[in-house]
């Protein structure tokens, strides 16, 4: 069984940061990309930050400047770093995962199950 566990999510003030961890585990052959989106109260899931396995990062509008997003291929990890947070932050984050399982190479687009941040006095 292939599965992602993030976790980091915390709640923080207005201007400070916080760091989101996911790890990808069980029979992996490799992954493609890796990202995060996230959910608020209310709203549909949007895209955050996105990265290849080469390295090649994309961010949304509204993060760009402020997150930064890594990878460990050899670990198998992806991290988000988050700057300068803003309530409107507070959302449901969730990992995501494009797994090439071994050892049948089937293809899986793997999700996480979310892990809180709230930004708030």
């Known amino acids: 069984q292939v599965q992602l566990e993030e976790s980091g999510g915390d709640l923080v003030q207005p201007g400070g940061s916080l760091r989101l961890s996911c790890a990808a585990s069980g029979n992996i052959f490799s992954i493609n990309e890796m990202g995060w989106y996230r959910q608020a109260p209310g709203k549909e899931r949007e895209f955050v930050a996105r990265i290849s396995r080469s390295g090649i990062a994309n961010y949304a509008d509204s993060v760009e400047g402020r997150f930064t997003i890594s990878r460990d291929n050899a670990k198998n990890t992806v991290v988000l770093q988050m700057h300068s947070l803003k309530p409107e932050d507070t959302s449901l984050y969730y990992c995501?995962?494009?797994?090439?399982?071994?050892?049948?190479?089937?293809?899986?687009?793997?999700w996480g199950q979310g892990t809180l941040v709230t930004v708030s006095e």
């Open positions: 995501t995962a494009h797994v090439i399982v071994a050892p049948s190479n089937r293809y899986l687009e793997l």
